[in-house]
């Protein structure tokens, strides 16, 4: 497991254990790594509540209720899916704050408008709102593409609970 990953990890669960805050994911282009790395550190059952893999788009809507409307005008991979996630996590997990990821992690499948290494991130929290981040991470492969969009989905659930 990538170090790097896994120290801030045990650094997004402590703050998470200070603010007694419990964290919930919903995962797509990453398929459970977030819930991996944060597993990997003892003790993250104090906070971790649960993951949700919804790889495909009917996952998406059964499990975390996306519209199926909103997944065929904007795509899978967009900004009010990631959002969409994001909530649906929140609202079906006994959870204070969610982060959601849905991308195109390659190396195919990727075309001019949403090329391989485009991920979206948003991250909520009950009663305070939302975050969300588009990375353009280029194409630089399937494994490093899914490591970054770990870092940084980690990074925005810090950002909201701090802010």
Partial sequence: MNAALVQSAARLIDLLRERKLRLATAES?????IAAVLTEVAGASDVFERGFVTY????KSDVLGVPEAVIARHGAVSEPVAALMAEGALSRAPADVAVAVTGIAGPGGGGADKPVGLVHVAAARKG?????????FGDIGRETIRLKTVAEALALVEELVTS
């Fill in 128 to 136: 305070v709102g939302s975050r969300y981040k588009q990375c353009r």
């Fill in 56 to 59: 495909s788009n009917r996952a």
């Fill in 29 to 33: 282009c990453t398929g459970g790594l």
